[in-house]
């Protein structure tokens, strides 16, 4: 008799089951049944958690859906293998969840605060970031606090706290820091993810050649191989955070890191034509800021959040843009073509 071949079987697996996984992971990771909560309280899931809600609130939002044609260091690049907004969102992602599951962190909130951390961001990468900043009167403009805007106000999805936090505090120069250490793990991947992309970038553009970056970066981080210099950043995330208890980065590693971004700032990202090329994209924002204010019929109506006043609705509807759609809006609204 023939010996029966059992049928694939298939079982669910219910939110509580994936919050008892949780359990398993490090004491300091956060959990999501412990979540703090959103702004307007839902019913759960069935079976997703808190969190996998956000990543998927997130990935399906227009605002990440834009990244793909937001700047990265190139603006408006025409090679097809120049990082974008949305490629080095990806980036980060990926080295946060290496991060993360080496920690026995929370891998779906990292996921989430990293795929969302990038969403508040301007065309023109942070040149459109210091252009709008010429508006707020004694302040700074800060895609960081705009991420949270999106999706609080103008896209609204309803984010848990942990997650908004995360976005929030991205930034490393913004005060206080990452709440949780998912937060801190996106703030350490962000770093990592866009100095090597650039990089590679900065090469296949031959803006510099491997020649030109200092020696005592490479005596830290090894020769400029592949992804090499990922893997030895990476690497010393999690053995100085294994050793501290904390979400830190060795200091060797961490210094030669500091300087690497040295040079980058020198040679790549100030460099005359880099410069030269900001100076005309702040312009554009400039332009295009001034012209809506003149003409508000033109702010399409999802970017006029009532409470909000006339410029805020301005900077809302031009930092949402893309490079490509801010460039053709400044062509009709200040380049016309034939007859009117």
Known sequence: MAATIGRPSLSAVTREQREAREEWLSPLATRSAGSRGREREEAPDPYRTEFERDRDRILHS?????????TQVFINPEGDHFVTRMSHTLHVTQV?????TALGLNETLTEAICLAHDCGHTPFGHTGEAALSD???GGEWLHSEQGV???????PRNLTWEVLDGV???TWRVKPPPRTPEGWVCRYADRIA????????ALRAGVIEASDIPSDVIEILGPLEGRSWINAMIEAVIDESLERGKVVMRADVLQAMKRFREFMFERVYLRPEAVAQNERARRVIHQLVDHLI?????IPE????QDADRLTQVLDFVAGMTDRYALNLYDRSFRPRGLV
């Open 62 to 70: 227009k605002a990440f859906r834009r990244l793909k044609h937001k």
């Open 96 to 100: 946060a969840r290496s991060l993360a």
């Open 135 to 137: 508006y707020i009167d």
């Open 149 to 155: 805007r999106i999706f609080r106000v103008l896209e």
């Open 168 to 170: 929030r505090a991205h």
């Open 194 to 201: 866009y100095l090597n992309h650039d990089l590679q970038d």
């Open 294 to 298: 003149a003409h508000p019929e033109l």
């Open 302 to 305: 999802s970017y006029c959040i």
